[in-house]
């Protein structure tokens, strides 16, 4: 909702001042140029590394100082943190990576924002660089259209430089022929009160541009081009390193608790560095002109010395906050605690259990069915349904047709929380215990593993399905998603079933034999899906490749269903039943059952 | 004669295994006439049933029983000619 009335007040406003200037259009079209080119940059550097970001990190996870030169390159080359702050919060949530190490890159990455004012400053404005830009463009083209994976990667910078280049250009050019109609210098102020003003803009500026080096080089053009003053253009930087955390904020709303915490460790660490430079502004900009006079910069070279104030206040920073880094990462750890998703434990695997061989079956067998049912949440969730409607009499058809809207469930996620954890702990409980008991619970705990093992199948089943499920829902063709609605109606009616099994509403004279008309009732709905789906290409109604995508569906469905009605079987059936080992050796087999389908007349 | 077939029962009765046999014997003596049972009262309501959904449904049904007896069947055979052999 924010960022919809956000998106459209940019709208608006943009629209406004095209309306008012043609300077301010060229201006405009520099940054998203720019930031296009940024863009390109990010994919290019993507296809091209082929996971020796990964090896890299991987290696350099033991020292603090790899950690930060990690940053500082990674970000330079890219010209934008945000690719490689994804990749930290993923190594972090698998377990590679802790936070206080996390920490570490994403300063050095700060660092390396602040390479892109450098390369302007130093080379951007002093040459025409759009004569470079035309030619890398070409080239860039030419590449992209390769078939190699690589020549594509190595396009995609280049056109990526490419736009860089031209977005400088135009931002430069907009900012000259403003000076005809507006000085924006007129407006500049003096003191603290300008400095806070300044630092202000830059934070908004930041967060309309989601990025702090595009605003970066917006700065140090209009400040090239007369247009601000030296004294505002530091303040300006100083609110861009503010406003970047924002951006980085806004993405972690949708992220997870570690990307959570490393979006707050950003903010910390941009907010103290900001405040340090804003207190302390007259004693940098002193170091900034000793520095300049001893590199031989120009007195006046303003763009290049807005560069070294921009890195010196962050290396400033990122030194004062070293010492910090463990601390900083407990306190986040500690602040910013995952309530609403905690990650589930285990309710019944005590060790003491383990003592008494009936207890421990007992445990594991109440344990497999607390995980059942974090399934049953997961594989709802996926589907867009709920327990509340799912677990009653209504008619399935009618309940998936009230909910269409699929949501954007992260099954990753709740797979982390609500499975894994318990998951491994049974594996791990059984492993305990298995071998030291005689053969009957031994074996009792062989089946309970082997349920376990297939749910862990159905999830993963659950996780190929959600692909194209999302894909349907967004989909015009009615009859794709009216076979997607389907595939929704069988699984929740299956679980349907056999939560009336596990609640023992439905009492079987022989539990495992009724299972058999079950699963085969599932292979004629599979079978029929698939004639469904024949009809529906060769009537054009679905193209091939639906149609495809259809059947290794139907297939995912099949396995998921079967999975979870073999885990029922171990899990939820009384084996104490007087008939249950004769039911064992009747029961059918796949391929007999495939028989029973095929011979059953339609 | 009858004393080799006390005998016979006896030996039955002190060997685990071949009690277990007789159990199972039994057992699925009586699953079978249960599932049979059933097989009837389906091909019945199949026979009475006007809807073409239900129908199909029970049709299923009537294979799948007949499938499981046919093999529980086979098993039966196994447990009474092990104890021939």
Known sequence: MIRNSFLALTVLLLSYGFWLSADFKAIVAGISIFL????????????????????????????????????????????????????????????????????????????????????????????????????????????????????????????????????????????????????????????????????????????????????????????AAGQISYENSLALAIGTNIGTTMTAILGSLSANIKGKRLAGAHLVFNLFTSIVAIIFLSQFVWAVDWFCDLVNIAADDYTLKLATFHTLFNVVGIVLMLPFVNPLARLLERLLVDKAGAVDKPNFLEDSALEYPDTAVEAVRSETEHLYDNVVHIILKTMGLHRRDVFTDQPMSGIVEQYQKLPDYDLDDAYQRNFKGIYSAIIHFISQARFTWEMEQSGRLYWLREANLKLAESLKGVKHLQKNLQKSNASQNTYLKQEYDNVRCQISSLLREIELFKNEKTVSEFPLLSQDMLKAQLKEQNQQMMENIEVLIRENKISAEMGTSLMNDSAYVYDIQSNLISMAATVFINQSTVSIDVEREMVLSDSELSEVVESSPE | MNKIKLLSKLQSFFDADERKRLQSVDEIKDVLGKLKTKLEHSKKSYSLCTNEAFKKALLLEIDVITAQIEKGERYLQELVTKNDT
């Open chain 1, 36 to 223: 296009f080119g940024m863009m390109s940059l990010q994919q290019g550097f993507k296809s091209f590394t082929g996971g020796v970001l990964e090896k890299v990190l991987k290696a350099i996870t033991n020292s603090l100082v790899k950690r930060l030169c990690f940053g500082i390159v990674t970000t330079t080359m890219m010209q934008s943190s945000s690719l490689l702050s994804v990749l930290v919060i993923s190594f972090i949530s698998a377990g590679l990576l802790d936070l206080a190490a996390g920490i570490g890159i994403i300063f050095g990455a700060n660092l390396g924002t602040t390479t892109g004012a450098w390369l302007v400053a130093g080379f951007g404005l002093k040459v025409k660089i759009s004569a470079y830009a035309m030619p890398i463009l070409v080239f860039g083209v030419l590449f992209i259209i390769q078939k190699s994976k690589n020549l594509q990667g190595l396009g995609y910078i280049l056109t990526g430089i490419g736009f860089l280049f031209l977005g400088i250009h135009y931002m430069k050019e907009g900012f000259d022929a403003f000076k005809a109609t507006i000085t924006l210098s007129d407006y500049a102020m003096t003191g603290f009160q300008g400095l806070i003003i300044f630092a202000a803009l830059g934070v908004a500026i930041t967060v309309i541009i989601q990025s702090s080096g595009a605003a970066m080089v917006l700065i140090i053009t209009a400040l």
